[in-house]
Each structure stands twice: as structure tokens, then as C-alpha cells.
């Protein structure tokens, strides 16, 4: 159980369109997701905590105009890329949190969408 | 920010145990330990976590010292699939801060 899926697993885009990621928790209802970015050789650095039905948080230096965070069910959390530029390109990992009281605070995480923008 | 250090890189030869140092001291209270590893290029996956007692599943086991400053994992047969990223987390609530993590290759 606790399996977190996240689709596309790898997009290509061209620079200045915008690319959408899926998370969803499959076997279970994920109050909070977070995604996170990773660059070549460095650690998971996290963007931003999503809450279904409000507003997503996000961490110092993330702009929330580009990354775009909805997590509108209980299950599906998406993360938009507006405007991707090549520095943009990355492996973007999100998780999901079970409810209160599974496993002490353990995040899934999902398999991480790797984005490339030409 | 991360609240824990680690060694940037380990080796272990394949069968033996493979112990990896965390230090994180200044934890609270009530703050979990967790560890989680990443295989190249996939997302992390759990491996244990503890609070005060020393834990074992059947992945691994973790020794946290009694002050909890600090903390171990043990392998205790490496595979050449525990080649990985091993990151040593501490909880202050929510979100996960991941440090630069252990690179561990298993040798065979």
C-alpha cells in the first residue's frame, strides 16, 4: 500500500510553454503533498507544501507564479511549470502524507517527472 | 534547512554490514529521526525512522544515541542494490528537509 504515482515520468518542452506534472496517492486520501526539485548530483530541495482545498506554501526564493500548485482532491495534487525556461529543466519529486497517526509523520514519495526544456 | 550532517560518501564491500553516521544535534524533543534512501534517478524510499529506542525492520536497524545527537543506520548485508543516496532527516513538523545525504556504493 502508500503507492504515489506522478505522471508524465519525463515531458520535453520547448522554452516558454507550459508543462503540467500529476501526483496522485493511489491507495489512500493525502491531506498534504509536497513537491520538491532536484537538480543534477544535488540533494531534493523542497518547493512548496500543498494542502487540499487552500492555498499551497511555498518555501523562501520559489515563485509561486511559475510553479503553480493545486491540489484540488484528496488524491491529486498538480504542479504547473508556466513559461519553463531551460533552467528550469530538473527531476521534480512530489510526496504525499498520510493521514494523522500512519507511520509517525512518513512522506511517499512518488517516481519524479524529469522535465527538460529545450 | 537540513538539521543533520553526514558523510558525503561511504564504501562497503557486498555482504558486509554498512554502517552510516548521522549527526543531528541540535534535534528536540519530540522530533523524529527518519531515513530514506534514493536510487539513481527515482523518487526517495523509506527505510526506517525512530524517536528515542533503537528500531530494526526488515531493512535495516537504527541506533540512536542516548542524548540523540546522533544516529546509525546499519545495512546489515549490503547488496550491490543498496548502492544509493542515504539521507538522514529530522522532522520539525511537516516538511521533509533533505540534507546532501550519504552516497553509499556497495562493492563487490
Known amino acids: 500500500g502508500a503507492v504515489v504515482s506522478q505522471h508524465p515520468s519525463w515531458v520535453i518542452c520547448k522554452s516558454g510553454t507550459s508543462v503540467k506534472i500529476e501526483c496522485r496517492s493511489l491507495?489512500?486520501?493525502?491531506?498534504?503533498m509536497f513537491w520538491y526539485r532536484q537538480f543534477p548530483k544535488q540533494s531534493l530541495m523542497l518547493m512548496a507544501t500543498?494542502?487540499?482545498?487552500?492555498?499551497?506554501?511555498?518555501e523562501q526564493g520559489v515563485e509561486k507564479d511559475k510553479f503553480l500548485i493545486n491540489h484540488a482532491s484528496l488524491t491529486l495534487s498538480t504542479l504547473t511549470v508556466t513559461s519553463a525556461h531551460p533552467e528550469d529543466s530538473s527531476f521534480y519529486i512530489c510526496?504525499?502524507?498520510?493521514?494523522?497517526?500512519?507511520?509517525?509523520?512518513?512522506?511517499?514519495f512518488g517516481p519524479g517527472t524529469r522535465l527538460t526544456v529545450l | 534547512d537540513a538539521k543533520t550532517t553526514q558523510p558525503t560518501s561511504m564504501d562497503c564491500a557486498e555482504g558486509r554490514a554498512a554502517n552510516l553516521p548521522c549527526n543531528h544535534s541540535?534535534?528536540?524533543?519530540?522530533?523524529?529521526v527518519y531515513w530514506y534512501r534514493q536510487i539513481h534517478s527515482q523518487g526517495p524510499q523509506y527505510i526506517i525512522h525512530?524517536?528515542?529506542n533503537n528500531e530494526t525492520n526488515e531493512m535495516a536497524s537504527l541506533i540512536i544515541t542516548e542524548d540523540r545527537k546522533s544516529s546509525t543506520l546499519i545495512l546489515p548485508h549490503a547488496t550491490l542494490r543498496d548502492t544509493a543516496v542515504y539521507y538522514c532527516?529530522?522532522?520539525?513538523?511537516?516538511?521533509?528537509?533533505f540534507g546532501t545525504g550519504t552516497s553509499l556504493t556497495v562493492i563487490p
Open positions: 510526496s504525499a502524507k498520510p493521514p494523522t497517526g500512519y507511520r509517525g509523520d512518513e512522506q511517499f
Open positions: 491507495d489512500f486520501q493525502a491531506t498534504t
Open positions: 525512530g524517536l528515542k
Open positions: 541540535t534535534i528536540s524533543g519530540n522530533e523524529y
Open positions: 532527516i529530522v522532522i520539525p513538523g511537516n516538511q521533509f528537509y
Open positions: 500543498s494542502n487540499e482545498g487552500s492555498k499551497a506554501t511555498y
